[in-house]
């Protein structure tokens, strides 16, 4: 592999993925080059910032529910892919397919140069994106079996790829366990994903007066997204929490390696990198997909029994207080819990991803496409 092109995003959980794959990919094959073809969103900002890798840019908004914002983005999809077709004709091998609504400009382009495509799908149900695309590429990865792609040519189950700060992050959390056994105080990490969750946000804040008995007994690390910083700073500096806020954090993994307990969305990015950590976790998953991805994501990790699960409007002072009786402050259940979880890890999937990439495009000479 000389050249690897990754396209879509628009959310962190599309995009990390894909990080870990190209971390891997200039890992294996040396000299590799590797192009993000990205949207301007600021969480995408946030996603790059830091790492060394290419990007470039394209001016695509999600469609909306209307009429004219799928006029508006037919227009600037358009636009995208001639940007993108001139920047495939670079030599690449091969075009990686993240997901989400800006994806499909880039996977045409691709279908248009002739290289070969894959899909990676990282929720137990399938994007909407992926599904219409599935027939029309080379192959689906997908992060677990149940996800479904019957007029897919080719699928193979591999697992979520992480990246290497989270398998490095892991290796840490392991050592300090070993160094932290018999703590009485505790630390909650509590993260949206990466653009945080305000309804999250919004229960905890107003349930921390209420819990003032256990103020000696945990420490907070909270990432809000940045709407809610200051306004998540104030309430735990009001009843005199200990606790620290960032807007977002590239450092995330260093933070998971520090905590005991995660309390958050259920991202598939997410959970995947929770398995890998061993790390226990109280998943609050994002109540308004209509076709229920993140709870059924999260079934998985609590059916391990490496999770336990809380909807939205169930989170408040009572259910954060059992939360903190039962698991954050009872160490024989977080290390069962933690076990639990470290049993659903995946740390070879990038490797798994890659050689179906290196199979695809052998079998795909990138001078025609009707031999696939």
């Known amino acids: 592999?000389?050249?690897?092109?990754?396209?879509?995003?628009?959310?962190?959980?599309?995009?990390?993925?894909?990080?870990?794959?190209?971390?891997?990919?200039?890992?294996?094959?040396?000299?590799?080059?590797?192009?993000?073809?990205?949207?301007?969103?600021?969480?995408?900002?946030?996603?790059?910032?830091?790492?060394?890798?290419?990007?470039?840019?394209v001016e695509i908004r999600p469609p909306g529910n209307d009429l004219g914002g799928w006029l508006r983005y037919s227009r600037e999809a358009s636009r995208a892919?001639?940007?993108?077709?001139?920047?495939?004709?670079?030599?690449?091998?091969?075009?990686?397919?993240?997901?989400?609504?800006?994806?499909?400009?880039?996977?045409?382009?691709?279908?248009?140069?002739?290289i070969p495509v894959i899909l990676l799908e990282q929720n137990g149900v399938a994007g909407r994106a992926n599904r219409l695309l599935a027939p029309f590429v080379d192959a689906v990865a997908c992060a677990r079996p149940e996800s479904e792609f019957p007029l897919a040519r080719r699928r193979k189950v591999t697992g979520n790829p992480v990246r290497r700060g989270v398998l490095e992050a892991a290796r840490r959390r392991a050592s300090l366990a070993r160094h932290t056994r018999g703590r009485t105080r505790r630390t909650l990490l509590v993260v949206?994903?990466?653009?945080?969750?305000?309804?999250?946000?919004?229960?905890?804040?107003?349930?921390?007066?209420?819990?003032?008995?256990?103020?000696?007994?945990?420490?907070?690390?909270?990432?809000?997204?940045?709407?809610?910083?200051?306004?998540?700073?104030?309430?735990?500096?009001?009843?005199?929490?200990?606790?620290?806020?960032?807007?977002?954090?590239?450092?995330?993994?260093?933070?998971?390696?520090?905590?005991?307990?995660?309390?958050?969305?259920?991202?598939?990015?997410?959970?995947?990198?929770?398995?890998?950590?061993g790390l226990p976790s109280v998943l609050?998953?994002?109540?308004?997909?209509?076709?229920?991805?993140?709870?059924?994501?999260?079934?998985?990790?609590?059916h391990a029994g490496g999770a336990h699960l809380i909807a939205e409007n169930q989170l408040n002072a009572d259910s954060l207080r059992a939360v903190f009786r039962d698991v954050l402050l009872a160490p024989e259940r977080l290390q069962a819990m933690g076990e639990s979880a470290h049993r659903l890890a995946r740390p070879d999937a990038a490797d798994a991803i890659l050689d179906l990439a290196l199979d695809v495009s052998d079998r795909c000479p990138s001078a025609s496409v009707s031999s696939c």
């Open 1 to 57: 592999m000389n050249a690897i092109a990754f396209v879509g995003g628009g959310t962190g959980g599309h995009l990390y993925p894909g990080v870990a794959l190209a971390e891997r990919a200039r890992e294996r094959f040396h000299g590799c080059r590797t192009l993000f073809v990205r949207t301007s969103r600021a969480v995408e900002d946030h996603v790059f910032e830091g790492l060394d890798l290419e990007t470039m840019t």
């Open 81 to 114: 892919q001639r940007k993108i077709l001139g920047a495939l004709q670079d030599g690449f091998d091969l075009v990686f397919g993240l997901g989400g609504y800006a994806s499909l400009p880039g996977i045409l382009a691709a279908r248009l140069s002739h």
């Open 192 to 277: 949206g994903g990466s653009q945080g969750a305000q309804g999250l946000n919004q229960s905890i804040r107003q349930a921390l007066p209420s819990l003032l008995e256990f103020r000696e007994k945990i420490y907070w690390i909270h990432v809000t997204g940045d709407a809610d910083k200051h306004s998540m700073e104030k309430a735990y500096r009001t009843d005199a929490w200990d606790a620290e806020v960032h807007a977002y954090s590239p450092e995330l993994p260093a933070l998971m390696a520090r905590s005991d307990l995660v309390l958050g969305r259920a991202g598939a990015t997410t959970l995947c990198e929770l398995a890998v950590m």
């Open 284 to 302: 609050v998953p994002y109540p308004h997909h209509r076709d229920e991805q993140q709870r059924l994501n999260a079934d998985v990790l609590v």
